[in-house]
């Protein structure tokens, strides 16, 4: 069964205090990986795809990388506004690529 | 500006009750998909469509139904088959082709 794991389950962090997200996968011949931002009771904010292992994209303090096996998104730098839950996706193996598994989330909190 | 428009936010279902989650799109997407998200789970995909009248179940169909009657609209209905129908709910929209999903802001729905 195609997984996607997410770590940590959460991660505290002071103002200014850099650190990385972690997203591991299972599907073979990957079509995509997709991060996503959620704040408490609202649905997610798209922030990157990633393509091919050794791809990055950045976002203000946000950059994602991406491996054959795993994707980081590393925070530089963090704020208080940072602070959310972090999803990451990819599309089932084998299938079409309009569906999306998702990892069950970091939850990012930065304090002041 | 073009986006999802998920009504209502919050709803309340008695038992026994069949309610109706309404989820509308600008976007003039193709795609649209209906997720369903519980504390420390994954968003789970409950039903997709990718054209006009025609839709596929996704992993939890049972206790759902959806329409695709126009491009602009995929209502979901909750019905008294489903058991356990307390989460937040989540209508996305998609381009064809592999860019990511647009999320609406979600309805919660409460069994009382």
Known sequence: EDQVTQSPEALRL????????NCSY?????RGLFWYRQDPGKGPEF????????????????KATLTKKES???????????????????????????KLIFGTGTLLAVQP | ??????????LFRKEGQNVTLS?????????????????????????????????QKGDIAEGYSVSREKKESFPLTVTSAQKNPTAF???????TG???????????LTVV
């Open chain 2, 1 to 10: 500006d073009g986006g999802i428009t998920q009504s209502p936010k919050y």
């Open chain 2, 98 to 108: 592999d860019g990511g999903y647009t999320f609406g802001s979600g309805t919660r």
């Open chain 1, 47 to 62: 922030l990157f795809t990633l393509y091919s292992a050794g791809e990055e994209k950045e976002k203000e303090r946000l």
């Open chain 1, 72 to 98: 980081f998104l590393h925070i530089t730098a963090p704020k208080p506004e940072d602070s959310a839950t972090y999803l990451c996706a990819v599309p089932p193996e084998g299938g079409a690529t309009n």
């Open chain 1, 14 to 21: 002071q103002e200014g205090e850099s650190s990385s997200l």
């Open chain 1, 26 to 30: 299972t599907v073979s011949g990957l």
């Open chain 2, 89 to 95: 709910y989540l209508c996305a929209s998609r381009e």
């Open chain 2, 23 to 55: 989820c509308e799109q600008n976007l003039n997407h193709d795609a649209m998909y209906w997720y369903r998200q519980d504390p420390g789970q994954g968003l789970r995909l409950i039903y997709y469509s990718q054209i006009v009248n025609d839709f």
